[in-house]
């Protein structure tokens, strides 16, 4: 199982970028996929999840208005799409995905995800 995440790069703030997560060696068409950051000396933290079906999602407040998560279950896909983007955005953005095992986990939290992509870095110049 790989999640395999793109679409990182250098822009300027106010920029918009779209992160990509292509899944395989399974379908993910069933489990919560999310998106994380990691800053240098910060820990990983939540930016947005969406439910198997797409129904249902939810943002951190840093993003909440700017990021829009959305999944494409054919292509058993993620995307992530940044608007407006500040410097503090800055970060490794990396895609997970829920396991099989239903958890009772929210979905903000990182336990509830068992599977990591390498992350894609996002960088926000001012």
């Known amino acids: 199982v790989q999640l395999q995440a793109s679409g990182g790069g250098l822009v300027r703030a106010g920029d918009s970028l779209r992160l990509s997560c292509a899944a395989s060696?399974?379908?993910?068409?069933?489990?919560?996929m999310a998106w994380f950051r990691q800053s240098p000396g910060k820990e990983r933290e939540f930016v947005a999840s969406i439910s198997w079906g797409g129904g249902s999602t939810l943002y951190a407040d840093s993003v909440k208005g700017r990021f829009t998560i959305s999944r494409d279950n054919a292509k058993n896909t993620v995307y992530l799409q940044m608007d407006s983007l500040k410097p503090e955005d800055t970060a490794v953005y990396y895609c997970?995905?829920?396991?099989?095992?239903?958890?009772?986990?929210?979905?903000?939290?990182?336990?509830?995800?068992?599977?990591w992509g390498q992350g894609t870095q996002v960088t926000v110049s001012s």
């Open positions: 997970a995905a829920d396991g099989l095992v239903p958890d009772g986990l929210a979905p903000n939290l990182i336990p509830k995800y068992d599977y």
């Open positions: 060696g399974r379908s993910f068409s069933d489990q919560y």
